[in-house]
């Protein structure tokens, strides 16, 4: 077979490199001269702008990270669901939210309505959730682990209770004498969005919950941080995550393809802006660091140069090769011009050079 581009992934004998192109914000803001983004509604507000400008650009995707106690975006529902009612056709997610922190059946009725305002585009990342801003945070939303979890098991019983409401099976008795006629049989949470279950996403920061996420048959997030289980390059160990993840999938049956996306952040040198804010990173290697006192985690290096260096460079990044799609992570605090300025320069100078486009 004639491969007509390089960077191809290969899913049942297919080889394709076209990728969706979305960015990711993680909303953060602060009340500083120096930043574009001062308050909490500078955030929320700017998020629906770049989201709209992105559609407009033929960016495909607007994901947004969800942390709590901090100056960024936390409730991440009323975003989702106003940028649905602002667009038409591009994906809008998550990537991801805090599973210890979430009562998964509010969490399936707002994801519904939200999805239904958006027409059936979220794109919902999940994960067990990462170091937070304070100790234990989750119990102050009303949640402990049962005995004997840990909190990150806390957050994969959510995931999967969450999985399991978003079936749209009845489950609840109904009131012999309602307010209202009920339809027959148990009930359900509503509204439900059809299709919904297939969109969930798991953040996966090691190899084994990769291939546990294939097989409750959700689709994969990998960032720009992973747990250093080889010593090899982030977009070494993320290409293994990722194929020992379709091998799961493969293995539990699944009828549809998985989604795998991978998170960078890449820079293309196109001015004296781009030049002044990221020419001079130091940041070009991946580096070592614990995100726990005993886990040794991989932070992903950052890529900025002009275009075509930036492709070369790409084309060397075997995570991306093998993904469907990659989210831009975005300096939202430098304004939503400045940073549809950054996407256009990539779907523009850079995608079309890797066959992305």
């Known amino acids: ?81 106003a940028i649905g009612a602002k667009t038409r056709r591009i994906e809008i997610g998550t990537a991801v939210i805090d599973m210890r922190y979430e009562n998964p059946l509010y969490m399936a009725e707002d994801a519904g309505a939200a999805d239904l305002i958006a027409g059936g585009r979220l794109q919902l990342g999940i994960s067990r959730g990462s170091p937070e801003q304070v100790i234990d945070g989750w119990r102050y939303f009303g949640h402990r682990p049962a005995e004997g979890e840990s909190d990150a098991d806390l957050g994969r019983r959510h995931a999967e209770e969450f999985l399991d409401l978003l079936r749209g099976d009845g489950f609840a008795r109904p009131n012999p004498r309602p307010m209202f006629p009920n339809p027959p049989g148990l009930l359900r949470l509503e509204p439900h969005a059809k299709g919904l279950r297939d969109r969930i996403w798991w953040g996966a920061a090691s190899n084994a919950t990769a291939a546990w996420a294939a097989k409750l048959g959700m689709n994969l997030q990998t960032s720009t941080l992973k747990f250093d289980e080889t010593g090899e390059p982030l977009h070494v160990q993320q290409a293994a995550q990722i194929r020992a993840f379709r091998a799961a999938w493969k293995e539990a049956g699944h009828a549809r393809t998985p989604r795998v996306s991978v998170s960078r952040s890449i820079f293309p040198l196109m001015d004296d802006r781009d030049r002044a804010w990221f020419g001079g990173r130091t940041d070009e290697q991946d ?37 469907d799609t990659l989210l831009l992570t975005v300096p939202n605090q430098l304004g939503v011009a400045y940073n549809v300025h950054v996407m256009e320069a990539i779907l523009t100078h850079v995608a079309p050079a890797l066959g992305w486009r």
Not at 20 to 26: A, E, M, T, V
Not at 309 to 319: C, G, N, P, S, Y
């Open 1 to 81: 077979m004639k491969r007509a581009c390089t960077g191809q992934i290969a899913w049942d004998n297919k080889f394709t490199c076209m990728k969706k192109i979305g960015f990711l914000s993680f909303g953060h803001w602060t009340p500083s001269p120096q930043s574009l983004t001062r308050s909490a509604a500078d955030a929320l507000l700017q998020s629906i702008d770049l989201a709209v400008e992105a559609e407009t650009l033929g960016a495909d995707g607007a994901y947004f990270r969800v942390h709590h106690f901090a100056r960024q975006l936390a409730s991440p529902f009323p975003l989702l669901a």
């Open 287 to 323: 580096q070592i660091g614990f995100i726990h006192e005993d886990t040794r985690a991989i932070f992903g290096r950052g890529y900025a140069a002009e275009p075509g260096i930036l492709v070369e460079q790409l084309r060397k990044d075997e995570a991306i090769a093998e993904a």
